[in-house]
């Protein structure tokens, strides 16, 4: 059965005990609804106060033993951190350690790699890479150290200018692996005839300097004739190769007293053994130099005439024996320097030969045959033909084929009214090449013929 308190205010169970919490709380209630009910000796205060100190005791200690337990954490971790601070100090000291011995092996590296490098930069600075012979400039660096020492000893010195014959041939129709082969094989050969004589270098593409002294005029000779010898016979792989030299000598001091002026005799030496038939070798002589000087001056000349349009085509005519009627005519080119006077073709024509500047000139020599000539046959009721040298190097260094198409599409000109001769000495060079180029030709219409020693042979097929 329910029942109220005394108060009236809330109910109990019948036969339960009211507890303090429940009398705390009865109080707390009839405080509330009736203002004023409760006095300060209501003995449930003194209970509230016990509580609230109990509770605020209990509170401190739970707060206690969570700082307790803080300070333990935290010293805890802070125990923990120091000691991977030490292992992590301990770790970048051997890290460190272990850098600075990988950072010193590194260097130790670089360091001897860059000493290789120097020694290879200052290797390449001094000698040709391809035969391991002393370079142009030490070449001169040296020659001018003997020419000082046989000064002081009036001693004589001999440089010796070698130029390979035909090697331009064998770079161009074998390759330049076959080719820089035998430019080796001819340094080693000048090497084993040289010995400790002298100095031996490379000084152009098919080109070596030698330079000697403390020779008699017999030794000199003998020197020579080995070192023409051991040309003959340089084989290279599965080729067999024979090439000749052309060899100029000069001498200090009768010839030049520095090493620039004794190479540029030696040179003018060479070119005469090469004009007098190669394969042989020549001593200066001073009036080499003014021939030299006179080359010069012609090639140059020369190639400004072309550039200024100064140079002429003159016309040959060409008389059919029979009849008498000129069927055709042959171009020869002339020139006319206002300071040389008329200069031979004999003479201007060797000398750009060995320059190259023949396939522009003989370019320029075919387009105005051909332009002429159609402009003839445009007035003629018979016909003309005309003919034009074609010289060795454009028969093997350019496309001679491209060429006279081009010429006889821009001029008009029929191609069976077109004659191309060639020496027969064009034929020599390359003659598998030759023969090629030749057939295309006839090919396209136009008629060949070979010079055979200052005759005219026409042939109808190649």
């Known amino acids: 059965m329910q029942c109220y308190d005394q108060t009236g205010i809330g109910h109990v169970r019948a036969g339960k005990k009211v507890t303090p919490g429940g009398r705390l709380w009865q ?61 992590l100090a301990a770790s970048g000291i051997g890290a460190a350690i272990m850098l600075l011995a990988l950072f010193a092996r590194t260097l130790h590296e670089v360091l001897s790699t860059a000493d290789k490098y120097q020694a290879e930069l200052q290797h390449q600075a001094c000698y040709d890479s391809l035969t391991g012979f002393l370079n142009r400039a030490q070449l001169e660096e040296r020659s001018f150290e003997k020419l000082q020492r046989a000064a002081w000893s009036r001693a004589k010195v001999f440089v010796i200018f070698v130029d390979l014959d035909q090697f331009k041939e064998v770079n161009d129709l074998l390759g330049h692996r076959i080719g820089d082969a035998l430019l080796a094989q001819t340094a080693n050969r000048l090497r084993d005839v040289v010995g400790a004589h002298g100095l031996t270098a490379p000084y152009g593409g098919d080109e070596f300097i030698v ?46 007293r520095d090493a620039d002026a004794l190479i540029r005799n030696a040179d003018a030496a060479m070119y005469l053994a090469k004009n007098n038939g190669r394969n042989q070798y020549q001593f200066y002589r001073p009036e080499l130099s003014d021939a030299m000087v006179s080359r010069l001056k012609i090639s140059t000349k020369l190639r400004r005439a072309l550039k200024e349009g100064a140079l002429r085509v003159l016309y040959q005519p060409q008389v059919d024996m029979g009849s008498g009627a000129v069927v055709g005519a042959e171009a020869l080119l002339r020139w006319k320097d ?25 370019e320029w020599v075919l387009r105005e045959a051909c332009r002429e000539c159609a402009e003839w046959n445009r007035r003629r009721a018979q016909l003309l033909r005309i003919s034009v040298n074609v010289s060795p190097s454009q ?26 001769e060639v020496t027969e000495g064009a034929l020599m060079h390359n003659a598998e090449h030759a023969a090629k180029v030749l057939a295309r030709l006839r090919a396209l219409g136009v008629w060949i013929a070979i010079d055979n020693f200052g005759t005219a042979i026409r042939v109808s097929a190649i």
Do not use: W
């Open 27 to 87: 109080a707390a209630l009839r405080a509330e609804l009736r203002p004023g009910s409760v006095s300060v000796n209501e003995p449930q205060l003194g209970e509230i106060d016990a509580r609230f100190y109990q509770t605020l005791e209990k509170v401190v200690e739970i707060r206690m033993n969570a700082d307790t337990d803080l300070n333990s954490t935290v010293s805890s971790a802070t125990s923990d951190a120091r000691r991977i601070s030490d292992l």
């Open 211 to 256: 330079v000697v002294n403390t020779l008699d005029d017999d030794r000199l000779d003998a020197l020579l004739n080995a070192l023409m010898a051991s040309m003959v016979e340089p084989d290279v792989g599965e080729h067999e190769l024979f090439i000749e030299a052309s060899v100029g000598v000069s001498a200090y001091p009768a010839d030049g």
């Open 338 to 362: 206002a300071e040389l006077g008329d200069v031979p073709p004999s003479l201007f024509i060797s000398i750009v030969e060995k320059t190259g500047a023949i396939c522009a000139i003989g």
């Open 395 to 420: 028969l093997e260094h350019t496309d001679l084929v491209g060429l006279v198409k081009d010429t006889l599409r821009e001029s008009g000109l029929p191609p069976d009214l077109l004659e191309l």
